[in-house]
T-cell receptor, first 113, second 114 residues
Framework: GQNIDQPTEMTATEGAIVQINCTYQ??????LFWYQQHAGEAPTFLSY????GLEEKGRFSSFLSRSKGYSYLLLKELQMKDSASYLC??????????????FGSGTQLTVLP | DAGVIQSPRHEVTEMGQEVTLRCKPI?????LFWYRQTMMRGLELLIY????????DSGMPEDRFSAKMPNASFSTLKIQPSEPRDSAVYFC????????????FGPGTRLTVT
């Protein structure tokens, strides 16, 4: 099975940088995903890491260390619209099947003016 | 592209009634996933299909839940009989199995069982 841990809540100021950490324990690891979910809406894909290192995508970056079972999502130049829940998800795959995701509980980020 | 379509968006029903949730995946996507989200348990995978075939239903809570995918463009999740603890938001997601790694979520169905 999978065990995924991330902080429940975080608060940051508009324009600042925030790092949301995620640790996991899993078998059959096949990728680490970050999704954003605004209140009352569906999760939307932010980033994906399958190899160690940093992936940058505009204001958002994601880092993965497979040996440590650790990932983080870095949000720069925070905007009010970034207030949302950020879900860490571990991918696993069995032969001939699609990648299956197991989600963490999510980190509720509040951006203050 | 219309994205993943789910219906109804909201459902309120009484305990003991049958509930059917519907999903139309993105055209060309081979995999379809049903999730349930609650405050207590977060986002949980219930079942997923590849090429219309159920692959893993270990997340289905109990026999009251069943899911079907009769063709590539339609899936249903049925709860019979429904109970108050089934109240949650149910999401359907789809992805292209062979090359894609992103799952695209539908808007969800908010189910309330009284």
């Amino acid at each position: 099975g999978q065990n995924i841990d991330q902080p429940t809540e975080m608060t940051a100021t508009e324009g600042a940088i925030v790092q949301i950490n995620c640790t996991y324990q899993t078998s059959g690891f096949n990728g680490l995903f970050w999704y954003q979910q605004h209140a009352g809406e569906a999760p939307t894909f932010l980033s994906y890491n399958v190899l160690d290192g940093l992936e940058e995508k505009g204001r958002f970056s994601s880092f993965l260390s497979r040996s440590k079972g650790y990932s983080y999502l870095l949000l720069k130049e925070l905007q009010m619209k970034d207030s949302a829940s950020y879900l860490c998800a571990v991918g696993t795959i069995s032969s001939g099947s699609a990648r299956q995701l197991t989600f963490g509980s999510g980190t509720q980020l509040t951006v203050l003016p | 592209d219309a994205g993943v379509i789910q219906s109804p968006r909201h459902e309120v029903t009484e305990m003991g009634q049958e509930v059917t949730l519907r999903c139309k995946p993105i055209s060309g996507h081979n995999s379809l996933f049903w999730y349930r989200q609650t405050m207590m348990r977060g986002l949980e995978l219930l079942i997923y299909f590849n090429n219309n075939v159920p692959i893993d239903d270990s997340g289905m809570p109990e026999d009251r839940f069943s899911a079907k995918m009769p063709n590539a463009s339609f899936s249903t999740l049925k709860i019979q009989p429904s109970e108050p603890r089934d109240s949650a938001v149910y999401f359907c997601a789809s992805s292209p199995m062979t090359s894609g790694h992103e799952q695209y979520f539908g808007p969800g169905t908010r189910l309330t069982v009284t």
